[in-house]
């Protein structure tokens, strides 16, 4: 089974702290991708990665950064965290293009 | 325009009915297509996925695909309560794989 794990279920941040958030696939997927949810507004991408140290960015990059230093490994970076960067956070991983995304438990930020 | 765009719902069907979703896309080069189940509280996961027109049916779910009409639906047969979810329509649109998901529909199987 494909398992994609979040560093953090649950975290609390004050504004303009920097905050790291880290996804880690071991299933070799190609493709990885960090979401934001929130009610009414669905799924909306953030930054995603198509290979080592690669990154696209998606509909909402403003105010985040990530970096995929290996293979296995996602990292979204809010830089100055803030009050509307409260949100679900979801990682997800697919083998490539066209197939299937695998998602992680996610991470509900409150930044205060 | 929104790309991917679902009825928010809820749509509301008794045990046993069948169940019609229904996303359009905006992205005539879209080529990959997924419907993703999510519970309250839980993550996306996959239900059915579809890349060429026509229906493709897994068990009690046929994916329909047009994309001359750019539109995408799921069909329930025999809906159970434990169907009931946020259902989330996919749609990649190629080239350096970025996925667009709609604000998904909420289903309600009543008893």
């Known amino acids: 089974d494909v398992k994609v794990t979040q560093s953090s279920r649950y975290l609390v941040k004050r504004t303009g702290e920097k905050v790291f958030l880290e996804c880690v696939q071991d299933m070799d997927h190609e493709n990885m991708f960090w979401y934001r949810q929130d009610p009414g507004l669905g799924l909306r991408l953030i930054y995603f990665?198509?290979?080592?140290?690669?990154?696209e960015k998606g509909d909402i990059p403003e105010g985040y950064s990530v970096s995929r230093e290996k293979k296995e490994r996602f990292s979204l970076i809010l830089e100055s965290a803030s009050t509307n960067q409260t949100s679900m956070y979801l990682c997800?991983?697919?083998?490539?293009?066209?197939?299937?995304?695998?998602f992680g438990p996610g991470t509900r930020l409150l930044v205060l | 325009q929104k790309e991917v765009e679902q009825n928010s719902g809820p749509l509301s069907v008794p045990e046993g009915a069948i169940a019609s979703l229904n996303c359009t896309y905006s992205?005539?080069?879209?080529?990959?297509f997924f419907w993703y189940r999510q519970y309250s509280g839980k993550s996306p996961e996959l239900i059915m996925s579809?890349?060429?027109?026509g229906d493709k049916e897994d068990g009690r779910f046929t994916a329909q695909l047009n994309k001359a009409s750019q539109y995408v639906s799921l069909l329930i047969r025999d809906s159970q309560p434990s169907d009931s979810a946020t259902y989330l329509c996919a749609v990649e649109a190629g080239g350096y794989q970025k996925v667009t998901f709609g604000t998904g529909t909420k289903l309600q199987v009543i008893p």
């Open positions: 992205d005539r080069g879209s080529q990959s």
């Open positions: 997800a991983s697919s083998l490539s293009g066209g197939e299937t995304q695998y």
């Open positions: 990665s198509y290979d080592v140290k690669m990154k």
């Open positions: 579809i890349y060429s027109n």
